[in-house]
């Protein structure tokens, strides 16, 4: 796959004229100018989690005078923009919007200087290392490009933009605000995320579960505090909690299906205050990940009888049992509906040429789009999709091991961003039509 990836990389950076040019393409070249003007003021002034007031409010005003509907203060700081245009289905396209309490290092000129304070308090700075710049700018591509051609299809737009991806709330807080009964319900959704393992321009996708169900769960391990020099007056937590963190590591490898992804990760363990103190507490933080939604139970109710298990044998009493949290709400496994996936990529290859559109494995991220699917499995399809952001030289590099790319979530993350601008709103775009158009006389 890398090889591949490699020589389309190098393909993109060599072709004068992009495969299946077309009238849709140029468009999309005319408008990449001020889309450009749009994503360096995106970038230079990201926004948190429901933090996101500015981008809705101006994002918002150019869906007005596209000539949408335009409600703002969907879930808090969203947006939604409908465009009836006769009889037909209804599709939904998604751009999210909240930026990561980073401070940015990537040097642009238009680099962020923001900063903001997020829930925990401590004043950060703030940057788009994720893309949502890229997904934004796309969405008003998108827009502008399907607004100019209402007589090319035919049915119901609505376009929303999302706040709060980051923390996985934003989605939910939008259908609980009515999304899908104070708006057109939607038959088909769409959304793209750029990608920083894959040259720019790339599209890549995964039928079927394409990102996981992403748990946080909190276990407190309590103990009987005393003396280093006296341990046997104590239970200590430290040790309890430790047979915890081992045993845990028997979920993926003896108790899952070797078939079926699963990480349990304790990324954090917390015990302590001095040399000679057996502590009275320690606690543990974990990240659990999975697809479907029995793989999840089984993992988060082995945790509870790991932990309460490990206790019973370390002799600690009934009412001092182990507590497991679960925080909620979580972020579900996104589902790719696998025909429809495959019937759109299929329609893209042809326009954007086989070697740029790749099926790709999935991955243990987590995105919060997964919910628009869950709230309604038996009438919607779904697709999210990547688009590469790596500037070809640098993927080339990399490939060589001359350099090592950032990652998403990175401070130093500087995609292609005409590129996956370019190719996401042309896909977007296209898909669009395609599944709007009118039906045959």
Not at 47 to 64: D, G, N
Not at 302 to 315: D, L, S, V
């Amino acid at each position: 796959m890398l090889k591949k990836l490699l020589l389309a990389g190098a393909a993109l950076t060599v072709a004068s004229t992009p495969v299946h040019a077309n009238e849709l393409r140029d468009a999309v070249s005319e408008d990449m100018p001020g889309l450009m003007e749009l994503y360096r003021d995106l970038h230079a002034n990201p926004e948190l989690s429901f933090q996101e007031v500015e981008t809705a409010a101006k994002l918002a005003a150019r869906a007005r005078a596209l000539g949408f509907e335009v409600t703002e203060q969907v879930g808090k700081t969203g947006v939604v923009a409908v465009m009836r245009n006769g009889d037909g289905p209804t599709v939904m396209l998604r751009a999210d919007m909240d930026g990561l309490p980073l401070v940015e290092k990537t040097g642009l000129p238009y680099a962020s200087k923001r900063t903001a304070i997020p829930a925990s308090g401590v004043e950060t700075g703030v940057m788009h290392a994720c893309g949502h710049d890229t997904h934004m700018a796309a969405w008003i591509g998108t827009a502008q490009l399907l607004s100019e051609r209402k007589d090319e299809w035919q049915g119901t737009l609505v376009m929303i933009l999302q706040p709060a991806e980051e923390i996985g709330e934003g989605a939910l807080a939008m259908l609980e605000d009515g999304l899908y009964t104070r708006f057109p319900k939607p038959d088909y959704v769409l959304g793209f995320h750029d990608a920083a393992q894959f040259p720019a321009g790339m599209i890549g996708y995964s039928p079927g579960y394409a990102l996981a169900n992403v748990d946080s769960v909190d276990i407190t391990v309590p103990g009987l505090g005393g003396h280093g020099a006296y341990p046997h007056t104590t239970k200590d937590p430290i040790v309890l909690a430790s047979a915890i963190v081992m045993r845990l590591q028997t979920l993926v490898s003896r108790e899952s299906s070797p078939l079926d992804p699963a990480v349990v990760t304790v990324g954090s363990f917390h015990a302590g205050y001095k040399h000679n103190i057996i502590s009275d507490e320690a606690k543990l933080q974990l990240t659990v990940r999975s697809y479907s939604d029995e793989s999840r139970q089984l993992l988060l109710d082995g945790i509870k009888r790991i932990a309460r298990g490990e206790a019973i044998t370390a002799g600690m009493p009934e009412d001092r049992m182990p507590t497991v949290t679960v925080q909620d709400p979580y972020t579900p496994s996104t589902y790719n509906t696998p025909e429809f996936t495959e019937n759109v990529m299929a329609d893209l290859s042809v326009r954007f040429g086989e070697d740029r559109v790749m099926k790709v494995p999935s991955v243990m991220g987590g995105e919060d789009f997964g919910q628009f699917y869950r709230a309604d499995p038996d009438n919607i399809e779904s697709l999210i999709f990547w688009v590469g952001g790596v500037p070809a030289e640098d993927f080339q590099k990399a490939e060589a091991g001359e350099i090592k790319l950032p990652s998403l979530h990175s401070p130093f993350w500087a995609p292609d961003a005409e590129k996956v601008i370019g190719t996401a709103t042309e896909a977007m775009s296209s898909t669009t039509l395609r599944l709007l158009a009118p039906a045959s006389s």
